[in-house]
């Protein structure tokens, strides 16, 4: 028997990064786009129809941020799970991401194979963060 596709939404509210990372999951058989949206308040509105199981959600946007974004959408369906997406590989924003919720966390310069890697196992029930922001971390004490 055929899996049934993950159902993703992405939110980021540049349209050429959408329509890039769009493009590259749905060559991917394991995922479906069901929503891409271009702010927060559209993923608010788009959530209970998309009904996504992972949201790839970029940090630095307006008039709603990703960690507004996370926040509100985890408590409106607490069963998504979210990626945070950023151009910046500092630590402190995947923290702030996993501290809000979010499952994961990848940076726009992830490989393909890492993106996909990360939303499979964000979907298991992992938790995920990509090497670039790994390598960054400070050393457990």
Request: glycine share 4%.
């Amino acid at each position: 028997m055929k899996e049934k596709p993950i159902r993703i939404m992405l939110v980021d509210d540049h349209p050429l990064v959408r329509a890039s990372w769009k493009l590259l999951l749905e060559n991917n058989p394991r995922f479906l786009v069901t929503a891409d949206c271009s702010s927060g308040p559209s993923a608010l509105e788009q959530l209970t129809l998309a009904k996504p199981e992972i949201m790839l959600v970029d940090i630095n946007m307006s008039p709603m941020n990703g960690f507004k974004v996370t926040r509100s959408v985890l408590e409106k369906m607490p069963s998504v799970k979210i990626i945070g997406l950023s151009v910046h590989n500092q630590p402190k924003y995947a923290i702030r991401m996993l501290q809000l919720g979010a499952r994961g966390f990848l940076t726009k310069t992830s490989t393909l194979e890492e993106i996909n890697a990360g939303i499979l196992a964000v979907h298991r029930g992992e938790m995920y963060i990509c090497e670039e922001v790994k390598r960054n971390m400070p050393p457990a004490e």
